[in-house]
């Protein structure tokens, strides 16, 4: 074989070794979901399982091919935010009067169901009513930073409040979803103040409804993180692995300084874990293989493997990181500055076990162990690399969110760094100057519907119910968390106005004709190709499953999901590919039929056509991309599967059929059977 000969081989090769690695993780996970679905009945084999196995299924979950909720069966959720609530809880409760309420009920009746603006009507039925009975926005509201209010100025506040209660009810819903583990549920707004879900896969239609609609609540924890939350995490541990475990010890954490620590890293890296045991000869590791060792850490820590700690002695001090193999609670300091966190990856699972009703007992009266909102990732690392941080708090809040009245984002003028700006009313400023006074140099969580997005440093009283909250990364930091402070002062509920169940039934019978149309369409495409351009056509069906596998296998890599549309954009796509091929071979053909030798012939077809097939696959793409960008849901399923297919299409039928060509001609062929012969004259 000559080197040319080689090069070309692995331009055949190459793209299935490609393919085969995209597509191992969907055919893992599969394997994976049906070992795991077989032990549904035995909890305990249940658990057994998951430990042993959760990295690898996660991982494998995240990397598979998606299907669509079209494909999977689940929910369409159209929800509503309840913006004339909003209104009269602005108002001044001793102001509402009938006249009010009147513009409140015309308003109510004008915009329900439809997808008007109810600031807009309410607004144009206050100013009709207020001509006649000498009305004014200024009666029932107030601006809490301006002493001389306007209407104009009351009427900017109401626009803000609700466009802010859009985005606190869309954040909420969507903390609320992934804690769930609807991971791929999609969640967008519409139209003036609603919010459409498609939530694939659920189960418990009853639980995802009274979750939608239950109001947010935000809430104010003391940090307290010590030895007291690590004996909390060797007694799960314990529980996980069947022992019988001791009455819980009384609780006499002292509360930890805090200070901002270094960033650790996302898990204690298995394999060093393991290098550590197999390094200590006392230990029962010692000696094993690296995946022996590992998986006994998995079974012996079934909760502390996921977990990785820092400590300090004080917050001068440097942090040195700590796991939690071959230790017991007393071997850690009583004192100090902790650090924990668990990998994004684990975090479904940390959160799962956190909820068991048998984990729960194992809590100490007072302390609750409660995850970050939001993930950190460090520099440089990859989607995978991101961790969340796990706070002891106090289990009864300090505060709750009721008392905040207004919460923006600005800017630091030491500094120009972005903080937060936080009010609360008169009994919520007279309990926070108390509470931030007995606080001093230690944390207090913000925990919104129990994810904590904040635990600034109390630097100091604050006797007024002003705070400035400092410590966000960026602009878009600041102004999530200002969102969230507004979940305890915005009085938006939200509503579900329409739902639609897809049944796994429909799922399944989507599938099967999907599947069936593709497999009957793609075997038609064959036949004709092989009866009609015989060797040639052989080539062609070649590339053309080339095409499919890399179109699907192209999916899997950008993490796409696989929809009904999806399925007709891939049969799209191998008819876009059958049709480069077919303007080639013609090409080749006519320069076959004026004489010229199979190697001037193919490089012809191949030159002549390639203009042809390069606009009708660049007007395709085109198509696809405005598909992308101006359509939703199936319509952007369809477009996705069409662009990798315009993409794969250049590959093989250019690439790969020339490549095939070519290792024949180099091989001694004179001559190819294109089928029907052309006459020169034609």
Do not use: C
Not at 82 to 111: G, N, P, Q, W
């Amino acid at each position: 074989m000559n080197r040319k000969n080689l090069s070309r081989w692995l331009l055949i090769f190459a793209p299935l070794l490609a393919v085969a690695y995209l597509l191992w993780p969907t055919y893992r996970f599969y394997q994976l979901d049906a070992e795991r679905s077989s032990l549904a009945s035995d909890s305990a084999a249940l658990e057994a399982w998951d430990v042993q196995n959760a990295e690898d299924y996660q991982t494998a979950r995240l990397k598979r091919i998606k299907l669509g909720l079209d494909l999977r069966g689940g929910m369409y959720v159209t929800l509503e935010v309840d913006v004339l609530k909003l209104i009269e809880e602005s108002a001044d409760k001793l102001s509402i009067d009938d006249d009010f309420m009147a513009v409140l009920e015309e308003t109510r009746k004008e915009t329900d169901n439809t997808d008007k603006n109810v600031l807009d009507v309410f607004l144009e039925k206050f100013r009709a009513k207020a001509a006649t009975n000498n009305m004014s926005l200024l009666q029932y509201f107030t601006v809490s930073n301006q002493l001389d209010p306007t209407e104009e100025a009351i009427e900017e506040k109401l626009r803000k409040d609700v466009d802010e209660a859009i985005d606190q009810a869309l954040q909420v819903i969507s903390q609320r979803i992934n804690k769930y583990d609807v991971s791929e549920a999609n969640i967008q707004k519409q139209g003036a103040r609603r919010i459409l879900l498609e939530l694939p896969d659920v189960k418990d239609e009853n639980e995802i409804r009274s979750l939608l609609q239950t109001t947010a609540r935000l809430e104010f924890h003391r940090v307290t993180m010590g030895r007291p939350m690590i004996e909390t995490f060797y007694a799960i541990d314990a529980l996980l692995r069947g022992d019988v475990l001791e009455e819980p010890a009384e609780d006499t954490t002292a509360v930890a300084d805090t200070a901002t620590v270094a960033a650790a890293d996302s898990t204690v890296a298995d394999t060093a874990k393991a290098d550590t045991a197999k390094a200590d000869t006392t230990n029962p590791y010692a000696g094993l293989s690296d995946d022996e060792a590992l998986r006994r850490i998995k079974k012996d820590y079934p909760f502390t493997y996921m977990i990785s700690g820092v400590f300090a002695p004080n917050a001068q001090a440097s942090f040195q990181a700590f796991d939690f193999t071959l230790k017991k609670a007393a071997d850690f300091p009583e004192t100090g500055v902790y650090r924990f966190v668990v990998g994004e990856k684990f975090v479904s699972r940390f959160l799962a076990i956190m909820d068991r009703p048998d984990v729960q007992r194992l809590m100490p009266v007072d302390l609750k162990i409660l995850v970050g909102a939001k993930p950190e990732r460090q520099q440089g690392a990859d989607a995978e690399a991101g961790f969340f941080d796990i706070y002891g708090v106090a289990a009864d809040p300090e505060l709750t969110g009721d008392v905040v009245t207004e919460a923006f984002p600005s800017f630091d003028p030491q500094n120009n760094q972005p903080v937060v700006i936080m009010d609360m009313n008169s009994e919520g400023a007279e309990r926070w100057a108390s509470i931030t006074a007995a606080n001093i140099n230690k944390q207090i969580a913000i925990v919104l519907d129990g994810r904590v997005y904040s635990a600034p440093n109390v630097q100091g009283k604050i006797p007024d119910g002003r705070s400035q909250i400092t410590g966000m990364g960026n602009t878009e930091e600041a102004n999530l968390l200002a969102v969230v402070l507004k979940a305890g002062a915005l009085k938006a509920p939200v509503k579900i106005i329409e739902e639609r169940v897809v049944g796994p039934s429909l799922g399944e019978d989507s599938i099967r004709r999907g599947i069936t149309s593709s497999i009957l369409s793609f075997a038609l495409v064959i036949l004709f190709m092989l009866v009609y351009y015989m060797m040639g056509g052989g080539l062609a069906d070649i590339a053309l499953m080339m095409n499919v596998l890399l179109v699907v296998a192209g999916l899997a890599g950008f993490g796409g999901t696989l929809t009904l549309p999806g399925i007709a954009g891939i049969i799209l796509a191998t008819a876009m590919a059958v049709d480069a091929n077919i303007l080639i071979f013609e090409r080749i053909r006519e320069e076959m039929a004026m004489g010229k030798p199979l190697r001037s012939a193919v490089e012809q077809g191949y030159a002549k056509a390639w203009s042809a097939i390069l606009d009708s696959n660049i007007t395709n793409m085109l198509s696809g991309i405005v598909l992308i960008f101006l359509g939703t849901g199936p319509v952007k399923g369809f477009a996705v599967t069409l662009i990798i297919g315009v993409l794969m299409t250049l590959f093989t039928a250019v690439v790969l059929t020339r490549a095939m060509f070519e290792i024949m001609i180099s091989s001694g062929a004179t001559s190819i059977n294109l089928g029907q012969k052309k006459t020169a004259s034609a």
